[in-house]
């Protein structure tokens, strides 16, 4: 297959290529799976009914189904896509009656385009639930009710769901009530019973801290979920463990241990005295009680490093060398380990005058660098990154793992995604380089590969068995490397003193409240717990409850279940009402504020309908130059998705966007005047803050731009 030479090329050309290549070489569906094409899901609702038990639950459908009943038989029937739908049948001496309607899917977003269902349920001709909300991950919803009949002939009531709290994820919690405690519940439950029952102090049943009891899928899950010594021990670990990747020295060691300790001893056991033993044990090793214990764990672990480590988490780097008579031969490979040959990384400099090839090979994992350097000022430098390690649960520590690549001191690859799981579920992709420097000219490639093993194409890193089929690669070249720009972040100018990672620097701004904001993300850069005596200067009023004596007020059911409080939030003197609401999930990740300017400075003076006061500013959405309705606005609409506001630094170039939809907001006042931060959970945004100022007018005056360094990729 010829190259391609093209000026600007992007890794979505290189998977389209590929496309082509599945087009002229067809194979079975799974191909497709293989590489990650998106596949359409569908989420309904699930009714079994039996004379001993009866259960509404969350259900998922790999597939979008082309029925409205997807199952029906032995009690148990699937329901997707009904506007509205009755169904009635009998458990033991119990009616039953279940009534509910789902809403259309929408296109974007994982709160967006599953809407969830609004679900009734009466026994015996009394309504228990009314209008619950089932598979929804904007606010508060349930996954199950159900109702398990004893051979007394009583029954169990189980209700599993989450609320949603700011800045928490999701977390399903259950609570089981006895048949006579369940009639003494309040009927119908309330629309958001999980946060009902918790403040009411019902009991909860037992939940593992490090995973969601509602998914438990092995044996040795269940029996943590089924046990409260268990359940409290992996809570225990789960605190260890996470303190222990605090510490820089041994991060990389307690994630590889931690591994091989779930493979290899917890999940293992058959019983519940294994399991304690193996939580107990862990704990110990990771609690590091003293500089004698840590020097002896870190001595066990570096003694397993070879046998535990995923050395695919890596990056291998190549670089040959040649001083030919008329030339020099300079070349560069880059690839995913899956060898563990080859040095820690380094920097390695060649020299003239050898004929022989010179060959260095190093190992770049993690929160390491490599370059090669050339005689002929060619240099090749490769860094590798790592996401966020987590306990377990979704990702299993396996964050994503990234890489950026320089040449000659120009970044041509930034944050490319080469391993780890919490990223994308497909497999890893097969992504390589070459870099070749010949008669003072660099040549850039990057290649895709597949392998076809009869009517199988595959991942490269899920096949490397002896008898696999030769590889099929795709390549394409770069545009002159001397076109980039110079990144003068790696590569500072000599002489130019540049900031260490994790220092905060002021892109916009001056004064008092700056310095003060700036000694305040220096110790917490959410600004989100700024303590009560603050040698800062900056004070937070408390959210809480609305009071009796408050007036009443009805929020829509998107805001229902976050905080409010009350009091000068415009800088006018007079008293406002503020509710704010968080969300963490794929569609949004951020706060919303509903502000409901007063007209009185000694008492709450409002309308009792604050989205229909024309002077509410729904924030973070409003910010920006131009308001629309707030039901246009997420997580009432898709309209305005993409809506936000910009700050400018003090250079042009450095404006940064804030995402509503992915914003966080916290307020402080300082000398008596009310401000705001604006923090941001994107990716490309989440190492600044904006502070802005409340004004009377409704308007905000932008007060600073402060930024993070981060390491740079």
């Known amino acids: 297959m010829k190259d391609l030479h093209r000026w600007d090329f992007t890794s979505g050309i290189a998977a ?25 899901y569908a989420q309904g609702i699930k009714i079994t009914c039996t004379p001993t038990s009866f259960e509404v639950a969350a259900y998922t459908l790999n597939d979008r189904p082309t029925a409205a009943v997807v199952k ?25 009656k279940v009534s509910f309607t789902t809403d259309e899917p929408r296109e974007k977003g994982m709160c967006g385009a599953v809407p969830g269902s609004s679900v009734n349920i009466w026994i015996d001709g009394q309504q228990e639930m009314k ?28 209700i599993c769901g989450h609320e949603r709290m700011s800045g928490r994820p999701i977390n399903n919690e259950c609570f089981v009530f006895q048949e006579e405690a369940f009639w003494s519940l309040p009927k119908p439950l309330p629309m958001s019973p999980i946060t009902e029952l918790k403040e009411k102090g019902y009991r909860k049943e037992i939940h593992a801290a490090s995973f969601d009891c509602g998914k438990a899928a092995s044996e040795v899950e269940k029996l943590i979920c089924s046990d409260d010594e268990l359940s409290k021990l992996d809570d225990s670990l789960s605190k260890a463990y996470l303190q222990a990747l605090k510490r820089a020295d041994i991060k990389e060691q307690t994630i590889r241990s931690q591994r091989q300790w779930l493979k290899n001893e917890r999940n293992t056991c058959q019983n519940a005295e294994c399991i304690r033993k193996a939580y107990e044990t862990r ?75 010179e060959t260095e090979t190093f190992i770049v994992r993690p929160g390491q660098f490599a370059e090669c350097i050339y005689p002929s000022g060619t240099r090749v430098r490769v860094k590798v990154g790592e996401g966020l390690s987590k306990a377990y649960g979704e990702c299993g520590a396996d964050p994503e793992v990234f890489m950026s690549l320089w040449v000659n001191e ?57 008898d696999a089929a030769k590889p099929l690669s795709v390549c394409v070249d770069f545009p002159d490397v001397s076109k980039y720009p110079k990144d003068l972040v790696e590569y500072p100018p000599e002489g130019v003193k540049t900031p260490k990672v994790g220092d905060i620097e002021i892109m916009y ?42 007036p ?97 630094g003090r250079n042009e170039k450095d404006e ?27 990716e490309d945004t989440k190492n600044y803050v904006a502070v802005l100022k409340p004004l009377p007018d409704g308007r905000f005056q932008k007060i600073g731009l402060f930024r993070r360094v981060s390491e740079n990729f």
């Open 552 to 648: 009443k007020v009805e929020l829509p059911k998107e805001l229902a279940g976050g905080g409010e409080t009350i009091f000068d939030f415009n800088n006018d003197g007079k008293l406002d009402r503020v509710f704010s609401r968080g969300f963490y999930n794929t569609y949004m990740e951020g706060d919303v504020w509903l502000v409901q300017p007063g007209r009185s400075s000694s008492e709450l003076v409002v309308s009792a309908s604050p989205m229909e006061d024309k002077n509410s500013i729904y924030l973070p959405f409003h910010l920006g130059e131009v308001r629309s309705n707030i039901y246009d606005y997420p997580p009432f609409s898709q309209k305005n998705d993409e809506a936000g506001f910009s700050m400018k």
């Open 72 to 96: 029906k038989g032995k009690g148990e029937t699937i329901y997707y896509g009904f506007k509205k739908r009755e169904i009635n049948c009998l458990f033991g001496k119990h009616k039953m």
């Open 509 to 550: 701004g001056s004064g008092p409240v700056c310095q003060a904001v700036l000694d305040e993300l220096t110790r917490d850069f959410s600004l989100y717990n700024i303590p009560v005596q603050s040698k800062t200067g900056l004070s937070q009023p408390n959210w809480s409850e609305p009071s009796a004596e408050s």
């Open 410 to 466: 120009r970044k041509i690859v930034s944050r490319l995604w080469f391993a780890g799981h919490c990223r994308e579920h497909g497999p890893n992709p097969a992504v390589s380089f070459k870099i070749l420097g010949m008669h003072n000219r660099v040549s850039f490639e990057k290649c895709h590969t597949a392998i076809c093993r009869g009517n199988d194409l595959t991942s490269e890193n899920d096949i490397l068995k002896k």
């Open 283 to 357: 704990i110990k090793e990771l609690g590091l009680p003293d500089e004698g214990a840590q020097t002896k764990t870190g001595q066990q672990h570096e003694s397993t490093t070879d046998t535990d480590e995923d050395i695919t988490r890596s990056l291998t780097m190549t670089c040959n060398y040649c001083d030919y008579e008329t030339f020099q031969d300079e070349s560069v490979s880059l690839a995913q380990t899956t060898e563990n040959q080859g040095k820690p990384a380094a920097v390695k400099k060649f020299k003239r005058g050898s004929s022989q090839r």
């Open 131 to 158: 209008q619950q909300l089932f598979n929804n991950e904007c606010y508060e919803s349930l996954m199950s009710a159900s109702f398990e009949q004893e051979k007394e002939g009583h029954f169990v009531f189980k």
């Open 16 to 40: 389209l290529l590929i496309i082509f290549l599945i087009i002229l070489f067809p194979g079975p569906a799974k191909c497709e799976e293989e590489f990650g094409f998106w596949v359409s």
């Open 656 to 682: 940064v966007y804030f995402r509503g939809r992915y914003s966080t907001i916290s307020f402080f006042t300082f000398r008596g005047a009310t401000y705001i931060a604006v923090g941001s959970n994107s």
